[in-house]
Nanobody
C-alpha cells in the first residue's frame, strides 16, 4: 500500500503562483510513476503532469509552460509548482502513484481556487 497526502492548496489571485506538495509513504520503493491530476467542478479528472522513476516528466500540453513537477526521494515528497494561474486552473488537485505491480493510489485532493 502507498499513502499519499496532498497539501499546499488555497486561494490565489489570477496571475499568482502556488506550490503543491504530495507526501508519500508506505511501499514507496514499488512506485514507478507519480503524477498530478485535477478535476474541476462538473468535469472529468485530467492529467496535469507525471514524473517517472528515472526523473523524466510529461505534461499536459496546455500546462507545460506554466507548471513544473518534481520529486524529492529523500523527503518522499512530490511537488507541483504552478505559475500564472487563472480561473481555469481552479480545481481539486490529486496526487497519484502507480506501482510496479499495477496498483494505483490516489490522495484525497487539495483544492486550488484562482479568484480575485
Amino acid at each position: 500500500q502507498v499513502q499519499l497526502l496532498e497539501s499546499g492548496g488555497g486561494l490565489v489571485q489570477p496571475g499568482g503562483s502556488l506550490n503543491l506538495s504530495c507526501k508519500y509513504s508506505g511501499a514507496i520503493n514499488s512506485i514507478n510513476v507519480m503524477a498530478w491530476y485535477r478535476q474541476a467542478p462538473g468535469k472529468e479528472r485530467d492529467l496535469v503532469a507525471k514524473i517517472f522513476d528515472n526523473g523524466s516528466t510529461n505534461y499536459a500540453n496546455s500546462l507545460k509552460d506554466r507548471f513544473t513537477i518534481s520529486r524529492d526521494n529523500v523527503k518522499n515528497t512530490m511537488y507541483l509548482h504552478m505559475t500564472s494561474l487563472n480561473a481555469e486552473d481552479t480545481a481539486l488537485y490529486y496526487c497519484y502513484a502507480l506501482t510496479a505491480w499495477g496498483q494505483r493510489f490516489w490522495g484525497q485532493g487539495t483544492q486550488v481556487t484562482v479568484s480575485s
